[in-house]
C-alpha cells in the first residue's frame, strides 16, 4: 500500500503542475462586441422539450447582436407541443420552425436533426446550441467577437444546473472530470493534438464544418461535440472555454438522474471496450481511492498528500459553482459514484441494453 501510495502522489504531482493547469477556473469568454456583424444562424434541435423551450428559444430571439440572426428550430418528432410553445413566442418573425423528417439508420437522433438545420440554412456562422440553454442577451455578440481571432470554432462548457443536494454535491465534479480528460489550455494550443468542445453552445465556421464533411461525418457519434472537435482541429484551430452567458435549465433533481446522465456516454468514452474499462477503473483506483486510503488506513504522509492535492485542485472548480471548500475532501467518493456509473454503462452495454435518450436506444454501431 505505501508503494501505491507513493505512485498515487507521483501521479498528482504530475497532474497538478504538468497536465495543462486543468484544475484552473478558467478561462473565461468575457462579454464583448465583435468588430464586425456577420449573419449568424442558431440551429436547435429539440425533442419533447415543452418544459424548458420558450426560456431557451426565448432567450435566442431577445439577443442584441447588430448584424442579421435568425433562430431554427428543428422539431424532432416531439410528441409534446414543443413547437406550437416555441411559436408562440415573442419575436418569432425571426425564428423558423422545421419538422424533422424520420431519422435514417446509423444516425444519432440529435446530429440528424441539426443536419437538417443545417442543410436549410446559407449563413456562414453557424451557432449549434441545445434546446435547454438558456443565453444572456449578449451572448451571440460575445461568441462571434470570440472567433474573430481567426478560430474556426469556438464553444463553452456552460454554467450546469446545481440546485439540488445531488447537482450540488455531483455536478462540479462532472466538470473538473471534463477539465482533467481535456484540458482547456491544451484544446486551445494549435500545437497539441487534444480536442474537445462543450456541445451546449458551438459556434463554427460554415467552411470549416464542409472541410470536416459536414455534420454526416461525425453522423454515428454521441459524444458529438467532442467527434466535432477533433474533425475541425485536424485542419484548423478551436477554442474552448467556461461561459457565463448561458447556463443549462435542465434540472438533475436526483442522483438517480445524473447516474443516468453519465451512463449514457461513460462507456461509449471508453470506446465499449472491456479492456479499457478496467485499466480506467484501475487507474481511477489509484489516482483516487488510495490516497484517502492510504491516509486514514496506513497513516501514510504519501497519501495525505496526494489526498491534500487532488482537494487543492478542485477547490477552483468548487468556487466557480459557489460550492463550500468542504466539499474538496469528498472527491474520492463523488470519483466512487463516477466509477460505479461508468461500471453501470458497461454492464448495460454488454447485457444489450446500449444507450437509451429521449426515448431512443443506440447499438453498438454508434460511438
Given at each position: 500500500m505505501i508503494g501505491l501510495a507513493i505512485l498515487s502522489l507521483a501521479v498528482w504531482l504530475y497532474l497538478v503542475l504538468l497536465h495543462g493547469r486543468f484544475w484552473q477556473a478558467g478561462p473565461v469568454l468575457a462579454a464583448a462586441s465583435p468588430?464586425?456583424?456577420?449573419?449568424v444562424c442558431v440551429i436547435v434541435p429539440a425533442r419533447d422539450e415543452a418544459a424548458v423551450i420558450a426560456r431557451s428559444v426565448g432567450s435566442l430571439l431577445a439577443q442584441d447582436y447588430a448584424g442579421p440572426l435568425r433562430v431554427?428550430?428543428?422539431d424532432d418528432n416531439s410528441d409534446d407541443g414543443t413547437a406550437a410553445i416555441a411559436a408562440g413566442l415573442a419575436g418569432a418573425d425571426r425564428l423558423t420552425i422545421l419538422q424533422g423528417r424520420p431519422r435514417p439508420a446509423g444516425w444519432a437522433g440529435k446530429l440528424w436533426a441539426v443536419h437538417q438545420g443545417i442543410d436549410a440554412t446559407d449563413e456562414e456562422m453557424l451557432l449549434l446550441t441545445d434546446a435547454d440553454i438558456a443565453h444572456d442577451p449578449g451572448h451571440v455578440a460575445t461568441l462571434v467577437a470570440a472567433i474573430e481571432?481567426?478560430?474556426?470554432?469556438?464553444?463553452?462548457?456552460?454554467?450546469l444546473h446545481c440546485e439540488s443536494l445531488a447537482e450540488r454535491a455531483l455536478v462540479p465534479a462532472f466538470v473538473y472530470f471534463f477539465a482533467l480528460l481535456y484540458?482547456?489550455?491544451?484544446?486551445?494550443?494549435?500545437?497539441?493534438?487534444t480536442a474537445a468542445a462543450a456541445g451546449g453552445t458551438v459556434l463554427i465556421r460554415r467552411r470549416a464544418l464542409a472541410r470536416t464533411g459536414g455534420i454526416a461525418a461525425i453522423r454515428t457519434a454521441l459524444i458529438d461535440d467532442v467527434a466535432l472537435a477533433r474533425a475541425v482541429k485536424r485542419g484548423g484551430r478551436i477554442r474552448l472555454a467556461h461561459s457565463t452567458q448561458a447556463r443549462s435549465i435542465r434540472p438533475y433533481p436526483r442522483f438517480a438522474d445524473i447516474w443516468t446522465m453519465v451512463t449514457r456516454s461513460a462507456y461509449v468514452q471508453l470506446r465499449n471496450s472491456p479492456a479499457l474499462l478496467v485499466l480506467t477503473t484501475l487507474g481511477l483506483a489509484l489516482v483516487f481511492l488510495v490516497p484517502p486510503l492510504a491516509a486514514l488506513a496506513w497513516h501514510s504522509w504519501s497519501g495525505a498528500l496526494a489526498w491534500a492535492l487532488m482537494a487543492g485542485s478542485f477547490w477552483p472548480t468548487l468556487h466557480r459553482f459557489g460550492r463550500s471548500p468542504l466539499w474538496a475532501p469528498a472527491l474520492p467518493l463523488i470519483a466512487l459514484f463516477y466509477m460505479a456509473a461508468t461500471i453501470g454503462a458497461a454492464w448495460n452495454y454488454?447485457?444489450?441494453?446500449?444507450?437509451?435518450?429521449?426515448?431512443?436506444?443506440?447499438?453498438?454501431?454508434?460511438?
Open positions: 468588430k464586425s456583424a456577420p449573419p431554427v428550430l428543428v481571432d481567426g478560430s474556426d470554432m469556438v464553444s463553452e462548457m456552460v454554467s484540458p482547456f489550455a491544451w484544446v486551445n494550443d494549435p500545437l497539441r493534438a454488454h447485457r444489450g441494453r446500449g444507450v437509451v435518450w429521449k426515448s431512443r436506444a443506440y447499438g453498438q454501431g454508434h460511438a
